[in-house]
C-alpha cells in the first residue's frame, strides 16, 4: 500500500478523491445522479469552448476527462479528441458509453504531466476543467497543459474561487442544501481564486484572454454564464 500511494503522490493525485469518484463510475452518464450538475453545465462549457476555439478539425486533449461528458461532446463537435484521466473506473465507463454513442475518443489512463514529457506541443486545444481544486498540485497541472499546446493554441480551465461567497455556495448550498452534489465532494482550502490561476497560467507562458462566471439559480433550476465570477468560473487562455 505504501508503495502504491507513492506513485500517486508522484503522479499529482490524492488517492481519497480517486477513490471517492471510483465508487461513482457507474453513475457518470446518468443524468440524474450525483453527476447531474456536469450534464447540466456541459452545453455551457462546450459552447464557451467552441465559440473561442472552432473545435471543428482541431486536435483536443481533455485532462481530467472522467467518464468523457465534455469530451464526447467535443468529438460530436467534429474535434479529434483525446480523454486523460487517472481514475481507471471513470475511463473503463467512458469507453464503455462510446460504443454506445458512436463517440471516437482516444481515453489513456496516464497524469498530464507524464503526456506532456511524450507529446509537448501535440494539440490546437486543451481542457482541464473541474479538475484544479481536486489535485495536490494545481500549479503543475497548468504548466503541463502549457507544454502540451501548440503555439497559438488556447487552454481552457474551470474551477472554483476561494472566498466565503465560494464556500457558501459550492459546499454549503450546492453538497448540503439543495444536494445538487455528494458532501465532501469539495474541500475548500483547494479552491482557487482568479488571481491565482492567472498567476500560475502567465508563469507557464500563457496569456488569459478572458474568463467567464458560471452561476446556479435555485428557483428556475438552471446553470448560466455570466461576468460574476465569485464562485465557479472558467478561464480561456493562449499560448504565446
Not at 493525485?13 to 457518470?28: G, R, V
Not at 458512436?102 to 490546437?124: N, P
Not at 504548466?143 to 499546446?149: I, S
Not at 474551470?158 to 448550498?173: C, D, E, H, Q
Amino acid at each position: 500500500m505504501a508503495t502504491e500511494t507513492k506513485t500517486i503522490q508522484t503522479l499529482n493525485a490524492d488517492t481519497l478523491e480517486l477513490q471517492k469518484f471510483a465508487e461513482l463510475a457507474h453513475k457518470w452518464w446518468d443524468k440524474n445522479s450525483e453527476f447531474k450538475p456536469l450534464h447540466e453545465i456541459n452545453p455551457l462549457r462546450l459552447a464557451y469552448i467552441d465559440g473561442l476555439a472552432g473545435l471543428k478539425g482541431k486536435r483536443v486533449l481533455d485532462v481530467g476527462c472522467g467518464g468523457g461528458i465534455l469530451s464526447e461532446s467535443m468529438y460530436f463537435k467534429g474535434a479529434d479528441v483525446v480523454g486523460i484521466d487517472l481514475g481507471e473506473k471513470a475511463l473503463n465507463v467512458a469507453k464503455l458509453h462510446q460504443l454506445e454513442s458512436g463517440a471516437k475518443v482516444a481515453y489513456q489512463l496516464v497524469s498530464v504531466e507524464q503526456l506532456a514529457t511524450e507529446q509537448a506541443a501535440s494539440f490546437d486545444v486543451v481542457t482541464c476543467m473541474e479538475m484544479l481544486e481536486h489535485v495536490p498540485d494545481p500549479e503543475s497541472v497548468v504548466a503541463a497543459c502549457a507544454r502540451l499546446v501548440k503555439p497559438g493554441g488556447s487552454v481552457f480551465f474551470s474551477t472554483i474561487n476561494r472566498n466565503p461567497k465560494a464556500y457558501l455556495f459550492a459546499v454549503i448550498g450546492a453538497e448540503y442544501l439543495l444536494n445538487l452534489l455528494p458532501k465532501g465532494t469539495h474541500d475548500y482550502a483547494k479552491f482557487i481564486k482568479p488571481s491565482e490561476l492567472s498567476s500560475w497560467a502567465r508563469h507557464a507562458g500563457l496569456n488569459v484572454s478572458g474568463m467567464r462566471g458560471m452561476s446556479y439559480n435555485p428557483i428556475t433550476q438552471h446553470y448560466c454564464l455570466g461576468d460574476d465570477v465569485s464562485v465557479n468560473y472558467l478561464m480561456h487562455t493562449q499560448l504565446t
